[in-house]
């Protein structure tokens, strides 16, 4: 991504009037306040979100796709080794921002969550648009709930390209 854009995001309202992105990071930030892994994911948020907001998102057909992200920690900068953002390659043109935080006792992971918003991105001008539409937090590898969500994302994303060629 060519960092002469600037970076604006968006939280989609659905039909029902929700804005499920919101919801669910209020309910993070809320569950954080009882448990320590909710409140490293929170922060790692906020982290992820200053990442794209310095880097923005690599165009959807680039070849090597890869978005490695760094976090403070009391020792300095280290790099995450999971992606932060993903192309979810069933589905063009959505993306997935992707965060894990795991409790390990010794080798073996105890418990866990995994941040999933999904999102599609719109260029006007020098400006590239981050529209999150909705998300999850997972603890199994691949939910059939969240192939809903991409499905979900997929009508709000056909809606809302067919508005903006409308000129809406």
């Not at 090597?64 to 192309?87: A, C, H, M």
């Not at 063009?92 to 995994?114: A, C, D, S, T, V």
């Not at 991105?121 to 999150?132: D, N, R, W």
């Amino acid at each position: 991504m060519n960092k002469e854009y600037q970076i604006k995001f968006h939280y989609v309202e659905h039909p029902d009037g929700s804005v499920p992105t919101v919801q669910l990071i209020r309910d993070i930030v809320h569950l954080g306040k009882e448990d320590p892994l909710f409140a490293r994911l929170a922060r790692h948020f906020r982290y992820a979100l200053s990442t794209i907001e310095l880097r923005g998102v690599p165009d959807w057909n680039i070849q090597n796709f890869s978005y490695e992200w760094t976090i403070p920690t009391k020792n300095g900068w280290t790099v995450r080794v999971d992606p932060l953002v993903k192309r979810l390659n069933h589905a063009y043109p959505l993306y997935e921002l992707r965060i894990n935080e795991w409790r390990h006792r010794g080798q073996e992971i105890q418990m866990g969550y995994g941040l999933r918003l999904i999102f599609f991105t719109h260029y006007q001008g020098l400006i590239q648009h981050i529209y999150f539409v909705n998300g999850m937090i997972k603890r199994e590898k691949s939910p059939a709930r969240f192939e809903e969500l991409i499905a979900e994302a997929l009508q709000i994303y056909e809606s809302f390209k067919t508005n903006w060629i409308k000129g809406e």
